[in-house]
Every structure is written in structure tokens, then in C-alpha cells.
């Protein structure tokens, strides 16, 4: 293959943005159905927490639909087999097809068991909780059509189509959830109706973009197990994450409200920036893959070094952003004394644990653009399993507090930081993932 110049800063910026306007969108839409919703009460909040929690986990770990498809895609797309890149979107598209109308009707027939399990067999909320999730339940086929789509159009490097996908979809979501909701009178069954309308036309122009490519759609069994493997290796880490998480929440709601209220909003303001410092990771695995593909190591190197330096660069902006704010930020989340003092000790591991997730995750897109996905599943879980559960419980017995649990967080992402460094200095990345 011919060879072409490095990547610059303004070509990994230019993926960046628009798959960070991606990334952005649900998360702020969930913000705007949970604002329409409260201002019908504490109980139809109580519900969509619970109906919404379901939801989440649909595009939270069956994302391998859209990681995945990117590595695969790039590669092929690197190798000058363009047909081949979009034959992993249609095959990446069969498979969110398939696995929709499975969760369709797994959730019609255990909405009730699963509501209980997540809000409590007592929860007054239960019967609107099953209600909202029944209906927005229908819109997973779209949900995961849309992460396919998103795989393959930016392993082509095609990344102005998605965002204004995405765009066109939850901002259509937007301006009918007052209207069903307080409009129609329709409230939390009017909140769902909007999601399911907002993924599957979402889903629809990533259909639609996919088959004007005239790509067959006849299953490649091939393709769909290398899909599946890789699927399996990021489903086993995304699992591995959500336990230090869940292990966190689970030890500082026994140290007392005030530490568990401010987790929460460590957790919360964690996850905007993680969202942030993932568009790096999406432009490391598109370049990665394609540098891959065209049989060129010593443009993958030099790409995975710039996409490091990229993340450095917005961990450093973002820890000095949070630092700015301590003073005052937590204010803006509560007025509890015990709270705000909690959140003054977490901050400061908060803002110093940006400098390491700026290159952790952009590393973690240099390994996923080359389809390495098996040791980016055991790092994780080494670092999750054997360093940070450790810790945290050590934190808890000995009494260290916030800080202790934080410091716990941090040191698990170091680990991460580390391995995967490692890692990324050695060879075998290069053709771990090669097709």
C-alpha cells in the first residue's frame, strides 16, 4: 500500500469533535427527559431512574458494536478494501438487529422481575417503571443499529454523517418530549414513546446510509464471529469496569450519606470528562486501524505516540479546569455542609486523576484500533479486580474515607496506564488484531 504523511494534531482533532458531539448527545438528552419527567413528580422520576437504568445498559455494554466495528473497519479500510469495511457494518448491523428484537422480547416478558430486582419488590414506582420500560424497550434495535453505524462510518473516516445523524435524531427527541409529555397528557408513557421515535430514526439514517453503499446484507459468518470475539472481549471489560464502580458506590453508601452524596457527584463530573477524553480514543482508533491496515508499524507508532500526547494535553486542561473550580464547584451540586466537606477531599484526587486518564484512554484506543482487544479486557481486570478491590476494602476497614476510595480509583487507572503503556512500547500490538 501506498504510503501517506503522519497524522497531525489537526486530523486527530478533526475526528475527535465530531465523535465527541456523538458520545454527548444521549447523555444530555437523559438530562432533558429527566428534567420533563421531575417536574411531574418524586414518584415518575422514581420510575424512569429505574426503566432508565435498563435502557442504559443497552448501549453501555453491547458498545462493542461500535468499537469493534471501528477497528475492524479501519483495517480493512487502511488495506484499500473498502467493500470489505462496509461489510463489517452491514454484518456489525445484522447482529444490533438481532440482539434488539431478542432484548424486545426478553424485557416484555421480565420487565416486572427485573423492576423489582433494581428498585425493590416494596417500590411504589414499579408499575411505572414497567410501563416506561416496556415501551422504550422497542427502540433498542435502533439504539444498536446506531452504534454499528457509528463503527463503520468512522472506520472510513466518515464522521460528519453520524453527527448529524445523532443531532437530527435526539433534537427531533427534544422538541417532542414536552409535547408528549405535558402536551398530550401522555407523561412517563410519552417519555418512552420519544425515546423509541428519537433511536429508531437515528437508527433508520444509519440503515439508510449503510445501504447505499449496496452492500449485501447476507450474513458473513466469518465476519460475525471475529465481531463476536471481539464483542465478548470488551462486554468482559465493560462488566469489570461497572464492578469497581458499583463496589464504590456499595462502600461509601457505608460510610454515611454525606461520603455517598459526594461520590456521586465525583462519579458524575468522572464521567463528563471520561466522555470527553473518549473522542481521543475514537480518533486513535480510526488512524490506528488504518496505518494497520496498510501494513505501516511505523505510522501506527507515530500515531498512538500523538494520540498520547493529545490525551496529555486535554487531561492536564481538564485537571486544571477542576482544580479552578474547587472552590465553588461543589456548590453547585449541594448546599449540605457534610457533603461539601466530603467533595473537597475527593476533588483533589478527581483533578489529579485526569492527568492519567488522558493517555490511558487514548492508549486504550491505540489497542482497540488495532483490535487488541484480549489484553485491554485482562488489563482491566487486573487492575479492577486485583489492585482496586483491594484497596478499596482496605480503605474501608482502616477508615480512610473519600480518600481512601478515590485513591483507590486512581491508582487502578495508573495500573491500567501502565500495563497498557507497556504494552503499546512492544510489538505485538501491531498485529494482534491483522485479518
Same mark, same amino acid.
Given at each position: 500500500?501506498?504510503?501517506?504523511?503522519?497524522?497531525?494534531?489537526?486530523?486527530?482533532?478533526?475526528?475527535?469533535?465530531?465523535?465527541?458531539?456523538?458520545?454527548?448527545?444521549?447523555?444530555?438528552?437523559?438530562?432533558?427527559?429527566?428534567?420533563?419527567?421531575?417536574?411531574?413528580?418524586?414518584?415518575?422520576?422514581?420510575?424512569?431512574?429505574?426503566?432508565?437504568?435498563?435502557?442504559?445498559?443497552?448501549?453501555?455494554?453491547?458498545?462493542?458494536?461500535?468499537?469493534?466495528?471501528?477497528?475492524?473497519?479501519?483495517?480493512?479500510?487502511?488495506?484499500?478494501?473498502?467493500?470489505?469495511?462496509?461489510?463489517?457494518?452491514?454484518?456489525?448491523?445484522?447482529?444490533?438487529?438481532?440482539?434488539?428484537?431478542?432484548?424486545?422480547?426478553?424485557?416484555?416478558?421480565?420487565?416486572?422481575?427485573?423492576?423489582?430486582?433494581?428498585?425493590?419488590?416494596?417500590?411504589?414506582?414499579?408499575?411505572?417503571?414497567?410501563?416506561?420500560?416496556?415501551?422504550?424497550?422497542?427502540?433498542?434495535?435502533?439504539?444498536?443499529?446506531?452504534?454499528?453505524?457509528?463503527?463503520?462510518?468512522?472506520?472510513?473516516?466518515?464522521?460528519?454523517?453520524?453527527?448529524?445523524?445523532?443531532?437530527?435524531?435526539?433534537?427531533?427527541?427534544?422538541?417532542?418530549?414536552?409535547?408528549?409529555?405535558?402536551?398530550?397528557?401522555w407523561g412517563?408513557?410519552?417519555?418512552?414513546?420519544?425515546?423509541?421515535?428519537?433511536?429508531w430514526l437515528?437508527?433508520?439514517?444509519?440503515?439508510?446510509?449503510?445501504?447505499?453503499?449496496?452492500?449485501?446484507?447476507?450474513?458473513?459468518?466469518?465476519?460475525?464471529?471475529?465481531?463476536? !470475539?471481539?464483542?465478548?472481549? +470488551?462486554?468482559? %471489560? #465493560?462488566? /469489570? =469496569?461497572? *464492578?469497581?464502580?458499583? &463496589?464504590? $458506590?456499595?462502600?461509601?453508601?457505608?460510610?454515611?450519606?454525606?461520603?455517598?452524596?459526594?461520590?456521586?457527584?465525583?462519579?458524575?463530573?468522572?464521567?463528563?470528562?471520561?466522555?470527553?477524553?473518549?473522542?481521543?480514543?475514537?480518533?486513535?482508533?480510526?488512524?490506528?486501524?488504518?496505518?494497520?491496515? !496498510?501494513?505501516?508499524?511505523? +505510522?501506527?507508532? %507515530? #500515531?498512538? /505516540? =500523538?494520540? *498520547?500526547?493529545?490525551? &496529555?494535553? $486535554?487531561?492536564?486542561?481538564?485537571?486544571?479546569?477542576?482544580?479552578?473550580?474547587?472552590?465553588?464547584?461543589?456548590?453547585?451540586?449541594?448546599?449540605?455542609?457534610?457533603?461539601?466537606?466530603?467533595?473537597?477531599?475527593?476533588?483533589?484526587?478527581?483533578?489529579?486523576?485526569?492527568?492519567?486518564?488522558?493517555?490511558l484512554f487514548?492508549?486504550?484506543?491505540?489497542?482497540?484500533? /488495532?483490535?487488541?482487544?484480549?489484553?485491554?479486557?485482562?488489563?482491566?481486570?487486573?487492575?479492577?479486580?486485583?489492585?482496586?478491590?483491594?484497596?478499596?476494602?482496605?480503605?474501608?476497614?482502616?477508615?480512610?474515607?473519600?480518600?481512601?476510595?478515590?485513591?483507590?480509583?486512581?491508582?487502578?487507572?495508573?495500573?491500567?496506564?501502565?500495563?497498557?503503556?507497556?504494552?503499546?512500547?512492544?510489538?505485538?500490538?501491531?498485529?494482534?488484531?491483522?485479518?
Open positions: 500500500m501506498p504510503t501517506r504523511s503522519d497524522p497531525d494534531v489537526k486530523q486527530v482533532i478533526g475526528l475527535a469533535l465530531p465523535a465527541l458531539v456523538v458520545l454527548a448527545a444521549e447523555p444530555i438528552y437523559v438530562l432533558v427527559d429527566t428534567a420533563v419527567i421531575g417536574h411531574l413528580g418524586a414518584l415518575p422520576l422514581a420510575s424512569m431512574a429505574i426503566g432508565g437504568t435498563v435502557l442504559a445498559q443497552v448501549s453501555g455494554q453491547l458498545n462493542f458494536l461500535a468499537y469493534g466495528t471501528t477497528a475492524r473497519a479501519a483495517r480493512r479500510h487502511g488495506a484499500g478494501d473498502r467493500p470489505g469495511a462496509v461489510r463489517e457494518g452491514a454484518n456489525a448491523t445484522l447482529l444490533a438487529l438481532i440482539i434488539g428484537a431478542a432484548l424486545i422480547v426478553l424485557v416484555q416478558l421480565l420487565a416486572w422481575p427485573i423492576a423489582r430486582l433494581i428498585g425493590g419488590a416494596d417500590s411504589p414506582a414499579l408499575a411505572g417503571a414497567v410501563e416506561w420500560m416496556r415501551i422504550a424497550i422497542l427502540g433498542a434495535p435502533g439504539i444498536l443499529v446506531a452504534l454499528a453505524g457509528n463503527g463503520w462510518l468512522r472506520g472510513l473516516q466518515r464522521v460528519r454523517e453520524p453527527t448529524v445523524y445523532v443531532v437530527v435524531g435526539f433534537g427531533l427527541c427534544v422538541v417532542l418530549l414536552p409535547l408528549f409529555v405535558y402536551g398530550f397528557g412517563l408513557a410519552g417519555s418512552a414513546l420519544a425515546n423509541v421515535i428519537a433511536q437515528t437508527g433508520g439514517l444509519f440503515l439508510r446510509a449503510l445501504l447505499r453503499e449496496g452492500v449485501s446484507l447476507r450474513p458473513d459468518r466469518a465476519v460475525i464471529a471475529g465481531q463476536l !470475539r471481539t464483542g465478548r472481549d +470488551l462486554f468482559i %471489560r #465493560t462488566l /469489570a =469496569l461497572q *464492578g469497581s464502580f458499583v &463496589l464504590a $458506590a456499595a462502600l461509601c453508601s457505608r460510610m454515611g450519606p454525606e461520603v455517598l452524596g459526594a461520590h456521586q457527584i465525583g462519579l458524575q463530573l468522572f464521567m463528563l470528562t471520561a466522555l470527553a477524553l473518549d473522542a481521543v480514543a475514537v480518533a486513535a482508533q480510526a488512524l490506528v486501524g488504518e496505518a494497520l491496515g !496498510r501494513d505501516d508499524p511505523r +505510522l501506527a507508532r %507515530r #500515531t498512538a /505516540a =500523538l494520540c *498520547g500526547r493529545v490525551g &496529555l494535553f $486535554a487531561g492536564v486542561l481538564f485537571a486544571a479546569v477542576l482544580l479552578a473550580l474547587r472552590p465553588w464547584g461543589p456548590l453547585l451540586f449541594t448546599s449540605d455542609a457534610g457533603v461539601l466537606e466530603q467533595a473537597g477531599v475527593m476533588w483533589w484526587w478527581l483533578a489529579g486523576m485526569q492527568l492519567v486518564a488522558g493517555v487514548a492508549l486504550d484506543g491505540v489497542l482497540m484500533g /488495532a483490535n487488541d482487544v484480549a489484553i485491554l479486557r485482562t488489563i482491566t481486570i487486573v487492575a479492577h479486580a486485583a489492585v482496586y478491590a483491594p484497596l478499596s476494602w482496605l480503605a474501608y476497614q482502616s477508615g480512610w474515607g473519600i480518600g481512601g476510595i478515590w485513591f483507590g480509583l486512581t491508582t487502578s487507572l495508573a495500573v491500567r496506564l501502565l500495563l497498557g503503556g507497556l504494552r503499546v512500547r512492544g510489538d505485538r500490538w501491531l498485529a494482534a488484531g491483522a485479518t
